[in-house]
């Protein structure tokens, strides 16, 4: 990863649906996040995933955070926030499946901008799932300074899942 | 570069999840969709849409292939056959949340082959949705020459490339 704790988390824009309260089922209209203006000031849990409704993605590494929401914000975490390579539209839609609400936020890097920024763009064409994915990892930022990094070596779920994540907090 | 009445169609390998009658809320492992082997001597209606889950294509599009799929199968229609950029994880759960039920192919176009081959992909980077799209079309392949070819001008809509448009033409 380019980055590493003691730096500063780089600016990109991000989509997302956000969840409406009042109408859970609409599909609301996409909204942009650029990462400095969302995560000044706050405390941020940020975790990536390779792809939404992917197998170890949604049985190992989703569950963990969707389980540990509440805990990491009694931890003084402002923001948990998932970021994928699919569209803000897939992202939602994934995250409807686990029920997150607002708890976490679905965020798409279909850009491949972040993905880039942070040096974990990977390329998934040999196994025809598109040129533009994400390696497995975990940040913690704090006031846009990296406190944390876990970036998954392998296959599965070590370093950058919610456990690994809440230990550090 | 674009497809027109008349070419062969490009042949290009697309994934797919298989439906399993028998479990059908399996995630099963993804096949591989040779259009050119898997279209030899039949006749085949494909249909290519910018994403799964997206508002028009989940609201107007996918569905009415869905509810016409039997109809369009009763005029000598062998394999209905829905084609995105999106992959087959991301189209598997799509074809359950829409009761796909294994009546179409939902391939995954995500490394761009198609688009490409036919120029009809579409750049949503704008959108942040990636530059790798398929815009929105309908095309009926006999035998490995397309037969017919609708592209939406708008693709955000769906005026020349639904079900009904190609019944009409079957």
Same mark, same amino acid.
Request: proline share 5%; net charge negative.
């Given at each position: 990863?380019?980055?590493?704790?003691?730096?500063?988390?780089?600016?990109?824009?991000?989509?997302?649906?956000?969840?409406?309260?009042?109408?859970?089922?609409?599909?609301?209209?996409?909204?942009?996040?650029?990462?400095?203006?969302?995560?000044?000031?706050?405390?941020?849990?940020?975790?990536?995933?390779?792809?939404?409704?992917?197998?170890?993605?949604?049985?190992?590494?989703?569950?963990?955070?969707?389980?540990?929401?509440?805990?990491?914000?009694?931890?003084?975490?402002?923001?948990?926030?998932?970021?994928?390579?699919?569209?803000?539209?897939?992202?939602?839609?994934?995250?409807?499946?686990?029920?997150?609400?607002?708890?976490?936020?679905?965020?798409?890097?279909?850009?491949?901008?972040?993905?880039?920024?942070?040096?974990?763009? =990977?390329?998934?064409?040999?196994?025809?799932?598109?040129?533009?994915?994400?390696?497995?990892?975990?940040?913690?930022?704090?006031?846009?300074?990296?406190?944390?990094?876990?970036?998954?070596?392998?296959?599965?779920? =070590?370093? =950058?899942?919610?456990?690994?994540?809440?230990?550090?907090? | 570069?674009?497809?027109?009445?008349?070419?062969?169609?490009?042949?290009?390998?697309?994934?797919?999840?298989?439906?399993?009658?028998?479990?059908?809320?399996?995630?099963?492992?993804?096949?591989?969709?040779?259009?050119?082997?898997?279209?030899?001597?039949?006749?085949?209606?494909?249909?290519?849409?910018?994403?799964?889950?997206?508002?028009?294509?989940?609201?107007?599009?996918?569905?009415?292939?869905?509810?016409?799929?039997?109809?369009?199968?009763?005029?000598?229609?062998?394999?209905?056959?829905?084609?995105?950029?999106?992959?087959?994880?991301?189209?598997?759960?799509?074809?359950?949340?829409?009761?796909?039920?294994?009546?179409?192919?939902?391939?995954?176009?995500?490394?761009?082959?198609?688009?490409?081959?036919?120029?009809?992909?579409?750049?949503?980077?704008?959108?942040?949705?990636?530059?790798?799209?398929?815009?929105?079309?309908?095309?009926?392949?006999?035998?490995?020459?397309?037969?017919?070819?609708?592209?939406?001008?708008?693709?955000?809509?769906?005026?020349?490339?639904?079900?009904?448009?190609?019944?009409?033409?079957?």
């Amino acid at each position: 990863m380019a980055v590493k704790i003691g730096d500063v988390f780089p600016d990109a824009v991000l989509t997302y649906i956000p969840y409406d309260a009042h109408n859970p089922e609409a599909c609301g209209l996409p909204q942009r996040l650029a990462t400095h203006e969302a995560f000044r000031g706050k405390k941020v849990v940020l975790f990536a995933v390779p792809g939404a409704f992917t197998p170890t993605c949604s049985e190992e590494h989703m569950p963990g955070y969707v389980e540990h929401v509440g805990e990491l914000k009694s931890r003084g975490v402002d923001i948990v926030a998932c970021v994928g390579p699919n569209d803000q539209f897939v992202m939602h839609a994934w995250g409807r499946s686990y029920k997150v609400k607002d708890d976490i936020l679905m965020l798409s890097d279909a850009n491949g901008d972040l993905g880039r920024a942070l040096g974990v763009a =990977s390329d998934g064409t040999a196994q025809r799932m598109g040129p533009v994915r994400l390696t497995r990892f975990a940040v913690v930022i704090d006031d846009l300074r990296v406190v944390y990094v876990g970036v998954e070596p392998v296959r599965g779920v =070590s370093v =950058s899942g919610a456990d690994a994540v809440l230990a550090k907090l | 570069m674009s497809l027109k009445v008349g070419d062969e169609f490009p042949q290009v390998l697309l994934k797919y999840a298989p439906y399993d009658a028998a479990n059908p809320g399996a995630c099963a492992a993804p096949q591989v969709l040779d259009t050119n082997n898997d279209f030899a001597g039949k006749k085949v209606v494909v249909f290519g849409l910018p994403g799964a889950f997206t508002p028009t294509c989940s609201a107007q599009h996918l569905p009415a292939f869905v509810a016409k799929a039997d109809a369009i199968k009763a005029k000598g229609v062998d394999l209905i056959v829905c084609v995105a950029s999106n992959d087959t994880f991301v189209l598997d759960a799509w074809a359950k949340q829409e009761n796909v039920n294994g009546k179409i192919i939902l391939a995954s176009d995500a490394n761009g082959d198609l688009g490409r081959a036919t120029g009809l992909s579409l750049d949503l980077s704008k959108l942040g949705m990636g530059s790798q799209r398929l815009t929105r079309f309908a095309v009926i392949v006999d035998n490995g020459k397309v037969a017919h070819l609708s592209v939406e001008s708008n693709p955000s809509e769906v005026a020349v490339s639904g079900a009904d448009n190609v019944l009409a033409a079957l």
